[in-house]
């Protein structure tokens, strides 16, 4: 990722990105705050937000499921808005790593299996069983 963002002024960006595919993503502020703020409604993206939140930390496969279901997942919203959230909230945050990451997650760069999703309610139950 690094290589790719050094030699792109607008890496971080999804127009005038070169390597990023141009996706018409909803603009909805209502359910971008809500899922910022971990009131989806989905008890594991909600929870891993609000640890995102109260700690500044989240494992790698929660940060999939909760880029999954902002991006190509359920919400249809735009990467680079998750992108903004996790750049604010992640005490381990690198623009770099953070830009491509979510561009990878959201099938816009480096990988396009759209078919592939973290389903927000089976993922929680198969990697946390007991709600803890």
């Known amino acids: ?9 607008r890496f971080d960006k999804m127009e005038g990105n070169p390597i990023c595919v141009q996706i018409p993503w909803d603009k909805n502020p209502e359910a971008l705050a809500k899922w910022a703020e971990g009131r989806t409604g989905f008890p594991w993206i909600d929870a891993i937000m609000t640890q995102l ?4 930390w989240i494992h790698h496969l929660a940060r999939h499921a909760v880029a ?3 991006t ?3 919400l249809w919203i735009s990467w680079e808005e ?7 909230l992640l005490l381990d945050a690198d623009w770099s790593v953070n830009a491509g ?5 959201s099938c816009s760069s480096f990988f ?6 973290y389903c ?3 993922f929680g139950r198969r990697t946390d069983p007991n709600g803890d």
Do not use: Y
């Open 1 to 9: 990722i690094l290589p790719a963002a050094t030699n792109n002024p």
């Open 53 to 56: 939140r109260q700690e500044g």
């Open 68 to 70: 999954c279901f902002l």
């Open 72 to 74: 190509r997942g359920d």
């Open 82 to 88: 998750g992108m903004k959230v996790f750049e604010e």
């Open 101 to 105: 990451s979510w561009m990878w997650l």
């Open 112 to 117: 396009q299996q759209f078919f592939h999703c």
């Open 120 to 122: 927000p309610v089976g």
